[in-house]
């Protein structure tokens, strides 16, 4: 049988850095379905400590997907904090930046506000996504100041000037104020 199957077992008795490269090891070598599968097993046991490997290791083939996993981990009030462990505008930070629309806005606007104002066009971009999303109003000022702004940003559909979406997200408060 292949010393793969007995890791498990020898994990205990490993330094470390040995577990934590087996871990990143196994998650790469498994067809992605499979990998997929075992990362949101991960999830659902709320293992934080292995997600973390796997989104924060040199050579992890899926850090975003476990840490959009890991996200999902979170409770409301912690969410903030999480996506304020990564770079902002990286792609482990978009990955967990786009679950905020999933949470109560009251624990999350001001964390989106602050990304907006400090922010570039990219981040602009998807704080305009997670509001648009939702109906939140929050960001119309900023959006207004982009609605001109030809910066490309990257987005699922390739490419697109960020007065796109901030043209997209002044639209949809226009026609609210309309209809009041």
């Not at 498990?8 to 992605?32: K, M, T, W, Y």
Request: charged content about 25%; proline content about 3%; aromatic content about 10%.
């Amino acid at each position: 049988m292949p010393l793969i199957y007995y890791l498990p077992l020898l994990l205990p008795f490993l330094g470390q850095e040995v577990r934590d490269a087996v871990i990143i090891q196994h998650c790469n070598s498994l067809p992605r379905c499979e990998a997929i599968h075992y990362i949101l097993t991960l999830g659902t046991r709320e293992n934080r400590s292995v997600l973390r490997k796997l989104y924060s290791a040199e050579g992890s083939e899926r850090p975003v997907y476990a840490a959009l996993v890991a996200a999902s981990t979170f409770e409301d009030e912690d969410i903030v904090q999480f996506c304020r462990e990564f770079k902002v505008g990286s792609a482990n930070w978009v990955s967990v930046f786009e679950t905020l629309e999933d949470r109560p806005k009251a624990k999350i606007i001001a964390y989106i506000e602050e990304v907006c104002k400090t922010g570039d066009a990219q981040t602009r971009y998807h704080c305009y996504r997670v509001c648009l999303a939702k109906s939140w109003g929050d960001l119309i000022k900023y959006a207004r100041a982009d609605h001109d702004n030809a910066t490309i940003v990257e987005s699922v559909f390739g490419g697109v000037a960020l007065s796109v979406e901030a043209g997209l997200y002044v639209e949809e408060f226009d026609k609210k104020k309309d209809k009041k």
